[in-house]
């Protein structure tokens, strides 16, 4: 009779967790977190590999000089200087392609579900009205790097299909438990339209978790600093200061991710005015995060080890976060796990 109660009590605690962390249990997000520690592992490697090697394959193309950057795709005549000859080793058949609904829409480019040959993929384009030469460029480059990865914990590019430049659409696998922000969001009542970070990380009922895209991190920067909006949250300190993007900066962001799994909200939606009362504006926010004044709220549910890991790796100083290598040997120590 005691062993019953005993097992009932067990089973009931671990339900009540499940339910606390939005259908994930504490088990989940530990492997989701040790997923996106391996990405960032596999990131440096490339970076590293990619810094070593200068090869002119590598290099990306950009529009011809006479072509002006900002000029709308609706303008046929500046897509003169886009070479997509990089891209032909990827290039289906538009026929097999069919698209459907729309998952997920921003201020230049959507993403639709759709069909090719049979198989549920996901479709990534750019809106013709709003993008200029500049962003279709920048999405040819990013359909490149993701033709780069071959890992599986990294989103897959199927194909791209075109009949002109401006019509460009990158054709990738289908993730159908959509990302994990809005996982974290379902036990969360308020919702944030800047969510960039913990959208990257899409989950599958069967593939498990994937890194998905990979736009050109300068853009990213210059958008940030311009409209003061964006990801900036999940930036360490000195991008946001001098645009110069290195692995510490990779750690500062897993660290940020990982404050996610605890409050199940945005970095620093918790920050308040202590004059008004009322949340903090984003470029206030910047300049706390620009000078080390700011760091995220942890969850007190959150294992203490999980918890000492996400502030080692979101502390200002670049120097003295751990490295991935050092992150995979602690959470090796607390888990079962072989990276």
């Given at each position: ?14 339900t ?44 990306v ?46 201020a ?10 049979g ?43 075109w ?20 996982h ?77 799994f ?45 918890r ?32």
């Amino acid at each position: 009779m005691l062993r019953g109660r005993e097992h009932s009590h067990r089973a009931l605690q671990a339900t009540a967790a499940e339910n606390a962390t939005g259908g994930l249990s504490p088990t989940a997000l530990i492997a989701i977190a040790l997923v996106v520690l391996i990405l960032i592992c596999c990131w440096c490697c490339y970076r590293r590999r990619r810094h070593r090697t200068s090869s002119p394959a590598l290099d990306v193309y950009a529009p011809a000089p006479t072509a002006n950057a900002s000029t709308p795709l609706t303008d046929s005549s500046s897509l003169i200087g886009l070479n997509l000859d990089e891209l032909r080793r990827w290039r289906i058949n538009e026929s097999d392609l069919v698209g459907s609904r729309t998952l997920a829409s921003g201020a230049y480019g959507q993403v639709s579900l759709g069909s090719f040959c049979g198989t549920t993929v996901a479709i990534k384009s750019s809106l013709r009205k709003k993008a200029t030469v500049a962003d279709l460029q920048c999405f040819i480059d990013e359909i490149k790097l993701t033709a780069r990865f071959e890992s599986p914990y990294i989103i897959k590019l199927i194909g791209v299909a075109w009949s002109n430049p401006s019509d460009l659409q990158c054709v990738l696998e289908y993730m159908d438990m959509g990302d994990l922000r809005n996982h974290l969001s379902q036990t969360t009542p308020e919702t944030y339209p800047w969510t960039e970070k913990s959208k990257n990380v899409l989950l599958d009922s069967k593939k498990g978790t994937k890194l998905s895209d990979f736009g050109v991190s300068r853009e990213d920067t210059q958008e940030t600093m311009t409209v003061g909006v964006g990801t900036y949250r999940w930036m360490a300190p000195e991008i946001l200061r001098e645009g110069h993007y290195t692995v510490a900066a990779d750690i500062y962001s897993f660290g940020m991710i990982l404050t996610e799994f605890g409050s199940h909200m945005i970095p620093y939606s918790d920050m308040k005015n202590p004059k008004t009362g009322k949340a903090l504006v984003d470029t206030a926010l910047i300049g706390l995060v620009l000078n080390g004044e700011i760091r995220p709220t942890l969850s007190g549910d959150m294992p203490e080890w999980v918890r000492a890991m996400a502030m080692q790796c979101a502390v200002p100083d670049p120097t003295e976060r751990p490295t991935a290598y050092e992150l995979s040997t602690i959470v090796r120590k607390h888990t079962a796990v072989i990276i």
